[in-house]
């Protein structure tokens, strides 16, 4: 059983920043990818970022050069530093894994921390 929790949402201001955390309950080696998605009321939910088991990061087009992804194998921990937040960043953000199993590829999800970016 795959467990991750994030940490670090909250309440922010517009050009604020927050780095948020998921910690794996696994060796993030055993994943293809980790990443971030995010959930606004009313629309789908979108990826944020990710990156691979060999450090290749993708970007949603509408946070490139202001959000970054890391991760920290050590700590089995992935991380997205956010900077210059909007208001159209309020979201839930949930951390996503990916793993290829023998049916195809598994997902596993945290469960969600709100991000607002309000004044």
């Known amino acids: 059983q795959v467990q991750l929790v994030e940490s670090g949402g909250g309440l922010v201001q517009p050009g604020g920043s927050l780095r948020l955390s998921c910690a794996a309950s696994?060796?993030?080696?055993?994943?293809?990818?980790m990443g971030w998605y995010r959930q606004a009321p009313g629309k789908q939910r979108e990826l944020v970022a990710a990156?691979?088991?060999?450090?290749?990061?993708n970007y949603a087009d509408s946070v490139k050069g202001r959000f970054t992804i890391s991760r920290d194998n050590a700590k089995n921990t992935v991380y997205l530093q956010m900077n210059s937040l909007k208001p159209e960043d309020t979201a839930v953000y949930y951390c996503?894994?990916?793993?290829?199993?023998?049916?195809?590829?598994?997902?596993?999800w945290g469960q969600g921390t709100q991000v607002t970016v309000s004044s």
């Open positions: 990156i691979t088991s060999g450090g290749s990061t």
């Open positions: 996503n894994s990916k793993k290829v199993g023998r049916t195809g590829m598994i997902n596993y």
């Open positions: 696994q060796n993030i080696f055993n994943f293809n990818t």
